[in-house]
């Protein structure tokens, strides 16, 4: 593939509970210790859970997405020029804006919050926003990298957010979704559920032949992306796997890499029964037999799942894992599951030199995202 069409990854940033920066997530990850507390931002009284992975001073949400998107184009060496050029795909729950608005907005609205964020860090390209719950993030990363690849935009900012706060909260302990033992379990047996964290990301996606003239060295290479429904329940996933299947094997297909090629599988792992039995259905239907040897990661158990902003925080773990040849371990393991035959990295980080890793999203309604990086 020529250089002006590979998607180049050349600056990123995190904020979760394990820390402000991408070197404080690789640490928290490897280290395979939860980041789970009683929650004190808000009153979790008559709650059947009253844990999350928060970190303990944030901003705003408005105020924490800007930072981040101003660190990031700091870290990817933007020059103002560079910065004018770049547009802004922003990844949150919707919702009124906390950043004042102009007067002629006569209705605060998500979209406008995306302006503003593009006005205030520089950014002079066109705005999207993507509220289509946990994988919007990686639907913005895979319409990015597609507008990129296609030469229609030679930059963009990838921003997303998600910060705890009591009404997501209040649906997913009264939906029965959060784990009441306190501990995530991915693919584990006795699995419970899901916890809530902390996630405020931004990456600087551009052209190869942009970053080339630059001069800057890529982080990694999007190589692939896949996006599937499973047109199969409101809010169970197909027990089959099939739609996360066509997505991981649209990715393949799109970056022209094989399965065998694959060392790496950061999971979407909410640690929910059926949720894991069919990504690891999902993972067998692509891998075959090689499924149960394929080394998988599920770092929500370390650091919550953040909604919106996940398939972005992932997206850093998976890119800082290849990049550091270290698979970060899963937490909250306490015995096989028949149901979830995977090797699943647990106990202490796993040593891995791999050129190709992928990275797995999914959402209620039966969406379902993969996307494949790999080595500059």
Not at 321 to 327: F, N
Request: hydrophobic share 45%.
């Amino acid at each position: 593939m020529a250089e002006r069409a590979l998607v180049r990854i050349t600056g990123m940033h995190a904020v979760s509970a394990l820390g402000r920066g991408a070197d404080a997530l690789l640490a928290g990850v490897l280290t395979g210790a939860p980041a789970f507390t009683p929650v004190r931002r808000f009153d979790t009284t008559g709650r059947r859970v009253t844990v999350a992975a928060t970190l303990p001073e944030t901003g705003t949400l408005a105020e924490e997405l800007t930072d981040a998107i101003d660190r990031v184009g700091r870290a990817a060496g933007l020059a103002p020029a560079d910065r004018a050029a770049a547009a802004l795909f922003l990844a949150t729950h919707g919702g009124p804006p906390t950043l004042p608005v102009p007067v002629d907005v006569a209705e605060p609205t998500t979209p406008a919050l995306a302006g503003h964020l593009a006005a205030r860090c520089g950014l002079g390209g066109p705005t999207r926003v993507y509220t289509t719950a946990c994988v919007s993030a990686s639907t913005a990363v895979a319409d990015a990298a597609a507008l990129i690849r296609r030469g229609d935009l030679e930059r963009v900012v990838v921003a997303a957010g998600y910060l705890v706060e009591p009404d997501q909260y209040a649906l997913f302990d009264a939906g029965r979704a959060l784990a009441a033992d306190a501990a995530v379990r991915p693919f584990s047996a006795g699995r419970k559920g899901l916890l809530l964290g902390d996630g405020v990301v931004a990456v600087v996606l551009e052209s190869g032949g942009a970053a080339a003239r630059r001069g800057v060295a890529p982080l990694a290479t999007v190589a692939g992306w896949g996006r599937a429904g499973d047109a199969y329940h409101a809010c169970q996933p197909d027990p089959g796997g099939n739609g996360l299947a066509r997505a991981v094997e649209a990715a393949l297909v799109r970056a022209g890499v094989s399965p065998a090629a694959v060392g790496h599988v950061n999971a979407n792992a909410t640690g929910t029964p059926y949720s894991d039995a069919s990504e690891a259905a999902a993972l067998r239907r692509v891998f075959g037999d090689r499924a149960g040897r394929l080394p998988v990661s599920a770092t929500k158990s370390v650091h919550g799942h953040a909604l919106e902003a996940s398939g972005l925080l992932e997206l850093v773990v998976t890119v800082l894992a290849l990049g550091h040849g270290t698979l970060p371990p899963t937490a909250g393991w306490l015995a096989a599951d028949p149901d979830c035959p995977l090797d699943v990295v647990r106990d202490a980080p796993r040593p891995a030199a791999t050129t190709h890793a992928l990275t797995l999203n999914a959402a209620f309604g039966g969406a379902n995202t993969a996307l494949l990086v790999s080595a500059p």
